[in-house]
């Protein structure tokens, strides 16, 4: 069985100071795949990144970055500079491969960035 | 390209009646899944298609059940509505599948069973 943990619920910080997101991951699986969503108000899930679980190179899109630690099963997200703009909620997904594979999600982190 | 899309947006039925949703996946995607969001239980998988057969099934009653067309777009109905029935149902596309593939997901469908 995959389980995700996403330990915060909560976050609230002033807009510019950065901000973590931790992700804890479960899976008996080597080859696996791990994602974060954005969700704003509307309710869509906005695709953020998919990480493979044979790269662990860090990656950093504009203020956006990802720690990929598969010795501690983590997948960290980090937003630099925050703005008002990033408050909604974050999940963190994971995925197995095979014939009855699915998307597992935590349970989503809420964030509000204030002015 | 277009992105997922989901119809109705909103929705307000009444305990005991039935309710069908749609989802047109992106363009070429072959894989639609469908999800039920609510405050207590948070994000869970529902099922899967692809070409047109379902591959996998989450814990779910019978009263939740989907296909899928020749086009790919996704159909999903739920019978006999509960109170509990009310939720964000969120679909997703893909191009094979969960394995390797990006996961995109549409704007959903509010439904409100009254």
């Known amino acids: 069985a995959q389980k995700v943990t996403q330990a915060q619920t909560e976050i609230s910080v002033v807009e510019k100071e950065d901000v973590t997101l931790d992700c804890v991951y479960e899976t008996r699986d080597t080859t696996y795949y791990l994602f974060w969503y954005k969700q704003p108000p509307s309710g869509e899930l906005v695709f953020l990144i998919r990480?493979?679980?044979?790269?662990?190179q860090n990656e950093i899109s504009g203020r956006y970055s990802w720690n990929f630690q598969k010795s501690t099963s983590s997948f960290n997200f980090t937003i630099t500079a925050s703005q008002v703009v990033d408050s909604a909620v974050y999940f963190c997904?994971?995925?197995?491969?095979?014939?009855?594979?699915?998307?597992?999600f935590g349970k989503g982190i809420t964030l509000s960035v204030r002015p | 390209k277009a992105g997922v899309t989901q119809t109705p947006r909103y929705l307000i039925k009444t305990r005991g009646q039935q309710v069908t949703l749609s989802c047109s996946p992106i363009s070429g995607h072959r894989s639609v899944s469908w999800y039920q969001q609510t405050p207590g239980q948070g994000l869970q998988f529902l099922f899967e298609?692809?070409?047109?057969?379902?591959?996998n099934k989450g814990n779910f009653p019978g009263r939740f059940s989907g296909r899928q067309f020749s086009n790919s777009r996704s159909e999903m109905n739920v019978s006999t509505l509960e109170l509990g029935d009310s939720a964000l149902y969120l679909c997703?596309?893909?191009?094979?599948?969960?394995?390797?593939?990006?996961?995109?997901f549409g704007e959903g469908s509010w439904l409100t069973v009254v």
């Open positions: 990480r493979n679980s044979f790269d662990e």
């Open positions: 997904a994971l995925t197995n491969t095979g014939a009855n594979s699915k998307l597992t």
């Open positions: 298609y692809f070409s047109e057969t379902q591959r």
């Open positions: 997703a596309s893909s191009s094979a599948g969960f394995s390797g593939n990006t996961i995109y």
